[in-house]
């Protein structure tokens, strides 16, 4: 549970680290507590939307763990209502983004296209849509059809058509791949939708410097909040669940 102190992150960000200020609500909310052009990066992981898609098309959820994405509630907007937040969402992103800034956004790969035509209507520019390959994602139903390997990502630029990229010299592809996280990533809790550190820092050192500010407002567990204390970012991170916000806090504390 959250201790006392950290309620009054329910009015504004509070600092957890040095580095760290994060904040609970709906991020449409707490995003306007935000100047514009006050961030450089924007690493995010929204609801995909598919709890209602899968319940509709009578998809066996029982078996599934019972703190599976299908369950918790945030998930099963219809689809015409989770695009107009989204559109909101965006708009924010658009305002509060420097110049050149950049923004990550994870999507299930039938939601891509909503989400480019969403972003680019809202004036940031389309660079990529890639691919997350999971190395060892859960085997469900492997006799019966192909298993679910993968999610997308897609990358924006804010008003320009190049940011922040410390490829070094190397190729980088748009094909990532690891594993998903591991026992020592769940330590501080739960959280069904946990993305692998490796992942996240692996576009925060890409597309900003060490001291940058870099925003989650879908922040979950914190992964984002962690990989830029593990590389000396500043971080702003939102949510809107409780117990999600006190698995972030924990985490962030520890680094890990
Ligand atoms: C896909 S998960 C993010 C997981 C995160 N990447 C991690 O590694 O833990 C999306 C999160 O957004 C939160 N959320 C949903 N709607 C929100 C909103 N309007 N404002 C803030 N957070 C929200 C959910 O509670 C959930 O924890």
Redesign the pocket.
Known sequence: MIDKKDKISKEYFVNITPLSKIVI??????MKLLPDRSIDLII?????NLGLFMKNRGTNIKGMRDNH?AF?G??DLDFASWSI?MEL?LQECHRILKKRGSLII?MSIIKVETIINLAVKNKLYYKTVGIWHKTNPMPRNMNLHFVNSTESWLYFINDATTGVFNNRGKVIHDFVESST?NISERKYGR??????LTL?CHFIDLLSNEGDIVL?????????GVGCEVLNRQFYG????EN?YS??SDRLKAKK
Do not use: N, V
Request: charged content about 20%.
């Open positions: 609500g709906d991020c449409l909310e707490k995010t992981d929204p609801p995909y994405f918790s945030w998930d937040q969402f994870f996280i959280h069904p939708t946990q993305k692998p996240i989650d407002p879908f922040m979950g567990s914190g992964t984002t939102i949510e809107l669940d999600y698995i972030a």
